[in-house]
Nanobody, 127 residues
Framework: VQLQASGGGLVQAGGSLKLSCAAS????????MGWFRQAPGKERDFVAA????????NYADSVKGRFTVSRDVPRNTVYLQMNSLKPEDTAVYYC?????????????????????WGQGTLVTVSS
C-alpha cells in the first residue's frame, strides 16, 4: 500500500485545513489509519486514528474537539479536518496504516505499530 498525503499549507491561528491521505490500492484489509505529526526537532507524535472497518476514532488530547478524522471508503481516502489551529500545531503531518484495529487501545497511538507511511505534508500555523 502506498499512501499520498496532501492538503498542508500556511494558515493563520484560528483557521482550518483539511488533510487527505489517499491509498494506492484497496485498504479494506487494513485495520487502522493513523495521523502523526513531527515538529522541527521533536519526535513524531500521534494525532488521530481511525478504524477502517466501522470508523471508530481516537485522538490525542492536544487535538480533541478541534480535529476530526474521517474516511471515504470508495475513494480509499482518509481525511483530517483541523479546526481552531494553533501555532503549536505546526508540523509535518504523516498518515500511516497498521493491521491493528482497536483504536481505543494505546497500541494504536504507537508509531512503531504502523507499517506503511505517506511522505508527509507540512502544516504551518502563524500567530
Amino acid at each position: 500500500v502506498q499512501l499520498q498525503a496532501s492538503g498542508g499549507g500556511l494558515v493563520q491561528a484560528g483557521g482550518s485545513l483539511k488533510l487527505s491521505c489517499a491509498a494506492s490500492a484497496s485498504i479494506s484489509s487494513i485495520g487502522t489509519m493513523g495521523w502523526f505529526r513531527q515538529a522541527p526537532g521533536k519526535e513524531r507524535d500521534f494525532v488521530a486514528a481511525l478504524r477502517w472497518s466501522g470508523g471508530s476514532t481516537n485522538y490525542a488530547d492536544s487535538v480533541k474537539g478541534r480535529f476530526t478524522v474521517s474516511r471515504d471508503v470508495p475513494r480509499n481516502t482518509v481525511y483530517l479536518q483541523m479546526n481552531s489551529l494553533k501555532p503549536e500545531d505546526t508540523a509535518v503531518y504523516y498518515c500511516a496504516t497498521t493491521l491493528w484495529d482497536d483504536v481505543s487501545c494505546t497500541v494504536a497511538t504507537l508509531r512503531g505499530m504502523y507499517t506503511h507511511w505517506g511522505q508527509g505534508t507540512l502544516v504551518t500555523v502563524s500567530s
